[in-house]
């Protein structure tokens, strides 16, 4: 099983997801940006790295949300969303084609990959 983080950044009540460029099952998917946890990395210094790769924004892990186990057809993963709190930075896209802050209650009319569903489910129902 891999484990991988995602970030729930807020700004202005909205919630950040970004559209994938790349990936076998996630290719155009709408997700919350994040990814891998490296060996020997604390899940909150995972989530701040990849988003400092993947968009160019500096973010602080503030408290771990909700996870989703999912099984694509050549692994497994355990998503872990962690609520982020945005520092500094302007949002700059290399894996991602777009990003778009919407409304919660907006979030599951997005084409979201398969593992980001749940966590949008979590948070439309309990944030």
Do not use: Q
């Amino acid at each position: 099983m891999i484990t991988v983080v995602a970030a729930l950044i807020m700004k202005d009540d909205k919630y950040l997801i970004a559209k994938r460029k790349y990936g076998t099952n996630t290719k155009d998917k709408w997700e919350f940006p994040g990814g891998k946890v490296e060996k020997d990395e604390s899940e909150e210094h995972a989530i701040e790295r990849e988003i400092m790769e993947e968009l160019e924004t500096k973010v602080k892990a503030i408290s771990f949300v909700t996870n989703n186990i999912c099984e694509y057809p050549d692994k497994t993963i355990d998503l872990r969303l962690y609520k982020c709190e945005y520092i500094s930075g302007d949002f700059k896209l290399s894996d991602h084609s777009e990003i778009k802050f919407v409304n919660k209650n907006e979030l599951l009319d997005y084409d979201l990959a398969p593992a980001d569903i749940p966590l949008a489910e979590y948070i439309v129902k309990n944030l």
